[in-house]
């Protein structure tokens, strides 16, 4: 019986939340214009290969980092409703509380969906090789990602509450080193070993490395499995300090 509330919980909060995305659905092509500027100045720039084209390479880390994106500035979207009161009253209703994170986490699965259509779509004309099964099954490695992203972000948010500037000084602090060392717009494999160490330790990078095993048609099972590993770890630890958060939110 408690679970099922805990699902039914959940469904409503995911719909509300959804419910302005779709009614406004250029907030997801404008929380993914930093990445479509990404690929439109770097793609000239990059060398020729043999066998295939360049963004073969290229266009799985813009995916990741539009994910990247896209679910770090979600925390905003609760900062607000704290702030004019909104949280404050879904707090007082029925709902439960672990519900108000997942159900909104959740939702960060959908705007990844369309955002990386959008992505591989404008890529195929100028060369990009579309493999359908292996962009599905980056998607659903990216979709875990995505909710364990989008949980921290609202966990920063919480943390926040009415000081904006420090959720925005976190979050611009955390994105980009992530963004850089998992070799998102640059290879770090010849970097100094401080460089890999630092990447090594990053969850992100072994989605990336995976999401480019996968955008090529390739399925190798220990990149694969480590993205899995790095993904679920992710949402595991989002869900949990975002629940926490929440319970505690006043």
């Not at 539009?66 to 679910?71: E, G, K, M, P, R």
């Amino acid at each position: 019986m408690s679970s099922t509330t805990m699902i039914t919980d959940t469904v409503t909060v995911f719909s509300r939340e959804l419910r302005p995305v779709l009614r406004d659905p250029f907030s997801v092509v404008f929380s993914m214009i930093q990445p479509l500027v990404f690929l439109g100045l770097f793609a000239p720039l990059l060398p020729e290969v043999e066998g295939g084209s360049a963004l073969q390479w290229f266009v799985p880390g813009i995916v990741v980092m539009s994910c990247l994106f896209s679910t770090s500035f979600t925390g905003s979207n609760l900062l607000f409703e704290i702030q004019t009161g909104a949280h404050e009253r879904m707090l007082v209703t029925p709902l439960r509380r672990p519900a108000l994170i997942v159900g909104r986490a959740l939702k960060e699965i959908v705007p990844m969906i369309v955002q990386t259509l959008i992505i591989v779509l404008v890529c195929v004309p100028f060369g990009f090789d579309l493999h359908i099964l292996g962009v599905l099954t980056g998607v659903a490695i990216l979709a875990v990602m995505a909710v364990g992203l989008g949980a921290l972000s609202y966990t920063l948010a919480l943390a926040s509450k009415n000081t904006e500037w420090l959720f925005w000084t976190v979050q611009q602090t955390v994105l980009f080193p992530l963004l850089l060392l998992a070799g998102i717009l640059l290879p770090v494999d010849d970097g100094p070993g401080w460089l890999r160490a630092l990447s090594s330790a990053n969850p992100l990078t072994y989605v990336v490395d995976a999401e480019r095993a996968l955008f090529n048609g390739e399925f190798p099972a220990s990149t694969v499995l480590a993205a899995v590993v790095a993904s679920v770890a992710v949402a595991a630890l989002g869900l949990a300090v975002g629940t926490r958060a929440m319970r505690r939110s006043s």
